[in-house]
C-alpha cells in the first residue's frame, strides 16, 4: 500500500518528469516541493513506489521515471485538471469561427488542437447513419458529366460526379432530380441506403435512357450514403511525433501507420471508457491490443445530432495529462455548443 505522501511523491515525480525530460531523484523533489522531510523519506516512499511498479529507474542512476502504471494512478487521482488560459480559449473561439460547413468545422478543430496541445489531434466524425436526407441537387457541367449533392440535417454536403448522357437538356435534369429526390429525402441515410439499393435493383440492365441516367446517378448516391455510415476521423499534426521521437522506446512507425490507416485508431478511440465529465484516457501498454503501447490517448466526448462523438489527442506516453485534458475538454465543449447553434438554427 502506498500512503497519502508515497502518492504526493509520485504526483512531484510525474509533473517533474514531465516537465524536464529527466529521471527525477529524491534531492531534487526536496528542493522543488514543500514536503517537509528529509531526502531520506522521499527516498523510502521512492522504493515504496518502485515496489508498487510505479515508477521505476530507467539507468543505473538514483533517479526515477514513472510506468506506464504509474501514469494511470496519476490521472485516476492525482491529475487536477489545467483550465486554458483566457488567450487559450479566445484562440478556439477565433479559430472556430463561422466555419463553411461541418468538413472545414473539424479540420479547423484538429488544427486548433494540435496547436494548444503539441500533439496529433483527432475527432472523429459524428455517425450520419440516423441524420436525414434534406435536399438533393444535380448540376448538369456539360457533355457526360453531373454533381450530384445531397444534404444531411447535421450540416453534411457531399459532392460527386456522376455519368449521364451527354444530350440532356434542363427538362432532362430537372426530371432526373426529381425522381432522385423522391426517394432519399426526408429519410434517415440508413433509410435512404436501402431504397436506392432496391431501386437500382429494379431498373433493367437495358432500358431507356432515363433510367440509364438514373441508375448512373443512384449508384453514386449508393457510394454518397455508404461512406455517409462510415466511421472516420480527421487529424492533424502527425509531424510532433518526429518532433518527440526521443520520448519513444522503439520505433515511431506503427504510429505513423495507425494514424495512416485510421482503423485501428477509431477502434481504440470507440472502446475508450469515458468517465463521468465525459474523459477518456489509455496509457501505454493498455493500447497493446492495438499494436500502440508506446503512446497515450486523451479523449473527451462532444455531443452531436443523435448522439456523442470523440476528439482527442494521441503523444508519447510522457504526456502533460492535466494540460491535454483541459484542451481537448475545452474544445469538445465549444464543438458541442457550435453543432447545436447549427442544428437550432436549421
Not at 522543488?32 to 513506489?49: C, E, K, P, W, Y
Not at 439499393?197 to 457510394?223: C, F, I, K, M, Y
Not at 510522457?318 to 491535454?324: A, I, L
Amino acid at each position: 500500500m502506498v500512503s497519502e505522501r508515497g502518492l504526493e511523491v509520485l504526483r512531484a515525480i510525474v509533473q517533474d518528469y514531465v516537465a524536464t525530460r529527466e529521471p527525477v531523484g529524491s534531492k531534487s523533489i526536496v528542493d522543488r516541493h514543500q514536503f517537509g522531510v528529509s531526502a531520506a523519506t522521499i527516498r523510502n516512499d521512492m522504493a515504496l513506489l518502485e515496489d508498487e511498479d510505479l515508477i521505476a529507474a530507467p539507468h543505473t542512476s538514483s533517479g526515477r521515471v514513472p510506468t506506464d502504471k504509474g501514469y494511470r494512478v496519476f490521472v485516476n487521482h492525482l491529475a487536477e485538471l489545467r483550465p486554458l488560459s483566457p488567450a487559450q480559449r479566445n484562440a478556439i473561439t477565433s479559430f472556430l469561427s463561422e466555419p463553411a460547413d461541418l468538413d472545414d468545422l473539424l479540420s479547423r478543430t484538429v488544427r486548433a488542437l494540435t496547436q494548444l496541445t503539441g500533439q496529433v489531434a483527432l475527432v472523429q466524425y459524428p455517425s450520419f447513419e440516423r441524420a436525414n436526407i434534406t435536399h438533393v441537387e444535380l448540376v448538369h457541367l456539360g457533355g457526360a458529366r453531373a454533381v450530384v449533392i445531397l444534404v444531411t440535417d447535421t450540416g453534411r454536403v457531399s459532392q460527386r460526379i456522376a455519368a449521364v448522357p451527354d444530350d440532356l437538356d434542363e427538362t432532362d435534369v430537372a426530371t432526373l432530380r426529381a425522381r432522385v429526390s423522391v426517394l432519399v429525402t426526408g429519410r434517415a441515410v440508413r433509410d435512404s441506403a436501402t431504397v436506392v439499393t432496391q431501386a437500382l435493383a429494379s431498373l433493367p440492365e437495358e432500358g431507356p435512357r432515363a433510367d440509364q441516367a438514373l441508375r448512373s446517378v443512384l449508384r453514386v448516391v449508393s457510394e454518397e450514403l455508404e461512406e455517409f455510415r462510415q466511421d472516420r476521423l480527421v487529424m492533424a499534426g502527425a509531424a510532433n511525433l518526429a518532433r518527440s521521437e526521443g520520448d519513444f522506446r522503439g520505433s515511431i512507425f506503427p504510429l505513423l501507420e495507425a494514424l495512416e490507416e485510421q482503423v485501428t485508431l477509431l477502434r481504440l478511440v470507440d472502446e475508450m471508457v469515458a468517465g463521468e465529465h465525459g474523459l477518456a484516457a489509455s496509457i501505454g501498454r493498455e493500447n497493446e491490443p492495438f499494436g500502440l503501447e508506446e503512446a497515450s490517448v486523451v479523449a473527451s466526448d462532444y455531443d452531436t445530432t443523435g448522439g456523442r462523438a470523440r476528439v482527442g489527442v494521441l503523444g508519447p506516453v510522457r504526456m502533460d495529462y492535466p494540460s491535454n485534458f483541459g484542451a481537448v475538454r475545452a474544445v469538445a465543449r465549444y464543438l458541442s455548443r457550435l453543432l447545436d447553434e447549427d442544428e437550432r438554427a436549421r
